[in-house]
């Protein structure tokens, strides 16, 4: 009977352990196909907002400028 309970105690905790590397791999993979996904949209979404940016400016909208933003935050 003892071996038993070990033998059933062993394969349990090997059955946990595989589930949980199972578990972290497939987060990973959906980790990483979402990194290239948000990589992509950025990608794609740059050159459109700096045009727009760009065309602000022009239309007299403001300038672009690295100074402090004109707001104050409210406290």
Partial sequence: MKEVLIGVSTMGV???LS???FTLITVDKRTEVMSVKIEQNNEML???WED???RSA???NGEVTNDKASF???K
Avoid: D, Y
């Fill in 14 to 16: 090997f059955g946990v």
């Fill in 19 to 21: 589930w949980m590397a």
């Fill in 46 to 48: 740059k050159p459109l």
């Fill in 52 to 54: 727009f940016i760009r």
């Fill in 58 to 60: 022009k239309n007299g």
């Fill in 72 to 74: 104050e935050v409210w």
